[in-house]
């Protein structure tokens, strides 16, 4: 069974960093686009950023852009979400996800996801 897990979340104030990490259960997934969605208390779950099978290209959100970073190493089955200049909106719950599509496509088609891991931006 695949399984994403992952790490890094937690609680930072208003400008400050994290660094969350998803590691996968299965190397064949380094093959594929993968990703992050966010979903924040009341609201839906929203695409938030994704890198192809090889990190050489990336899709991020307007919402994130300049402040988020995305990268992946295939020889550890990881894809990294680095957030700088975080926000009190940014909080949210954050999803690992893998999609067997082309990257154009993923913000809207996932196969598996992650179990979430919790960012909370204090202002």
């Known amino acids: 069974q695949v399984q994403l897990v992952e790490s890094g979340g937690g609680l930072v104030q208003t400008g400050g960093s994290l660094r969350l990490s998803c590691i996968a259960s299965?190397?064949?997934?380094?093959?594929?686009?993968m990703g992050w969605s966010r979903q924040a208390t009341g609201k839906e779950r929203e695409f938030v950023a994704g890198i192809n099978w090889n990190g050489r290209s990336t899709y991020v959100t307007a919402f994130v852009k300049g402040r988020f970073t995305l990268s992946r190493d295939n020889a550890k089955n990881a894809v990294y979400l680095q957030m700088n200049s975080l926000k009190p909106d940014d909080t949210a719950v954050y999803y690992c996800?893998?999609?067997?599509?082309?990257?154009?496509?993923?913000?809207?088609?996932?196969?598996?996801w992650g179990q979430g891991t919790q960012v909370t931006v204090s202002s």
């Open positions: 299965e190397r064949t997934l380094s093959s594929y686009p």
């Open positions: 996800a893998v999609s067997r599509v082309p990257l154009s496509s993923s913000k809207d088609h996932v196969d598996y």
